[in-house]
């Protein structure tokens, strides 16, 4: 069964720090995609990266890099230079396997950042 | 362009009665998504549509709930006689498509998220 796992329910950072929010995950498929979303208090889900399996390169959008080790099964999310906006919770999201293209979340890290 | 819609934005209802949720999807959209959101915890998912039709409704978590879509666009999820453990939000979203599953991955399968629908039954 594919599952996404973070370990970090909570966690800070001081204003124009960076951050590594942990991620790792389990599936027996070989081609799968990995996503992080962030959901600010006013509960919308705000894509913020993407990454797939055979992609050589980390994926990267602005701010926001992806930290992807596949031997050990972890994509990691860094945010540089912390915001006080970047202050959300924030989800890791695998795509389903093939019978399936549903999302499998994990229970989210709560960011807070400090000024 | 427009962003996935969703409404109403709060329902609050009694225990017991039906309630539809309706999600606009992105223009050109093709898949579309329904997720559960319970307090404090991640994304369920509900149903996916490829199209109009549903070939995954996994994650209905009873016959109380049916979807369906319309126009390849605009789709309700329903909730008969609701009861309180379905007090949640519940979002939709759609991406541009859904691959099979095998291959290279394109960033076209992102699924993009409305605001989601709060539900409270009393």
């Known amino acids: 069964a594919q599952k996404i796992t973070q370990t970090q329910p909570g966690m800070f950072v001081q204003e124009k720090e960076a951050v590594t929010l942990d991620c790792t995950y389990d599936t027996s498929d070989p081609s799968y ?8 208090s006013s509960g919308e889900m705000i894509f913020l990266i993407y990454q797939g399996s055979y992609d050589q390169q980390n994926a990267t959008e602005g701010r926001y890099s992806l930290n ?3 031997a050990r099964k972890s994509a ?15 989800f890791c999201a695998m795509r389903g396997s093939d019978s399936s293209y ?11 950042v400090r000024p | 362009g427009a962003g996935v819609s969703q409404s109403p934005s709060n329902k609050v209802t009694e225990k017991g009665k039906d309630v539809e949720l309706r999600c606009d999807p992105i223009s050109g959209h093709t898949a579309l998504y329904w997720y559960r959101q319970r307090l404090g915890q991640g994304l369920e998912f509900l149903i996916y549509f490829q199209g109009n039709s549903a070939p995954d409704k996994s994650g209905l978590p009873s016959d109380r709930f049916s979807a369906e879509r319309t126009g390849e666009s605009v789709s309700t999820l329903t909730i008969q ?16 498509y859904a691959t099979s599953g095998r291959g290279y991955h394109l960033s076209g399968e992102t699924q993009y998220f409305g605001p989601g629908t709060r539900l409270l039954v009393l």
Not at chain 1, 33 to 40: M, T
Request: charged letters at 15%; one cysteine or more; hydrophobic letters at 40%.
């Open chain 1, 76 to 90: 990691n999310l860094v945010i540089s230079a912390s915001q006080l906006g970047d202050s959300a919770m924030y």
């Open chain 1, 33 to 40: 995609g990995l996503f992080w979303y962030k959901q600010p």
């Open chain 2, 81 to 96: 006689r609701t009861q309180q453990e379905d007090s949640a939000v519940y979002l939709c979203a759609s991406s541009l």
């Open chain 1, 68 to 70: 992807f080790q596949k």
């Open chain 1, 102 to 112: 549903k999302l499998i979340f994990g229970s989210g890290t709560r960011l807070l």
